[in-house]
């Protein structure tokens, strides 16, 4: 299974970057860890990072085009781009929402995500190590069908009305 580790802003200095908040692991670190977890797993493991919104949402459609599954921290998008989580909600296969810290025990603005209602589930806290926790879930919903994110919506609007 195709899997992309997609990174929002800022991610990129991790080891650097508010150490308190996010540890000392580099995002090189990330990316090896990520790539050797995925490769011990059968996964294919693709680990990308930006800082502009537009390259992340082009990822996500050609995630969505190839049936991936994808590892998403969106880091501060998360808190308000509707477009990145319209794109997300594209994808046909499983995505996980990962933040290292725990975005509902810092700024009141951090608490909500927008992308998280298409995701197929949320890691958030856990460090890196969520990282990897995505990826095994991934690794065991391998065999599985396709996530149908318009059919999920329709049902969940039909339950709510």
């Given amino acids: 299974m195709k899997v992309?580790?997609?990174?929002?802003?800022?991610?990129?200095?991790l080891g650097t970057r508010q150490v308190d908040v996010y540890g000392v692991t580099t995002y090189s670190?990330?990316?090896?860890?990520?790539?050797e977890l995925g490769k011990t797993l059968g996964l294919?493991?693709?680990a990308r990072q930006t800082d502009?919104?537009?390259?992340?949402?082009?990822?996500?459609?050609?995630?969505?085009?190839?049936?991936?599954a994808v590892v998403l921290n969106p880091g501060?998008?998360?808190?308000?781009?509707?477009?990145?989580?319209?794109?997300?909600a594209l994808l046909r296969w499983p995505l996980?929402?990962?933040h290292i810290s725990n975005i509902h025990a810092r700024e009141e603005f951090r608490h909500h995500s927008v992308v998280s209602a298409v995701a197929t589930g949320v890691i958030c806290g856990l460090g890196v190590e969520g990282y990897h926790l995505a990826l095994r879930f991934l690794?065991?919903?391998?065999?599985?069908?396709?996530?149908?994110?318009?059919?999920?919506?329709?049902?969940?609007?039909?339950?709510?009305?």
Avoid: F, K
Wanted: hydrophobic residues 40%; negative net charge.
């Fill in 4 to 13: 992309y580790v997609l990174n929002g802003p800022n991610l990129g200095r």
């Fill in 52 to 68: 502009a919104e537009h390259e992340m949402i082009g990822w996500l459609h050609d995630a969505a085009d190839e049936g991936a």
């Fill in 139 to 161: 690794a065991a919903r391998a065999t599985i069908e396709p996530v149908d994110h318009a059919e999920a919506r329709q049902e969940a609007l039909e339950q709510a009305t």
């Fill in 29 to 35: 670190d990330l990316v090896d860890g990520c790539v």
């Fill in 44 to 46: 294919d493991v693709e």
């Fill in 76 to 88: 501060a998008w998360s808190h308000y781009s509707y477009a990145l989580r319209d794109a997300c």
């Fill in 96 to 98: 996980v929402e990962v």
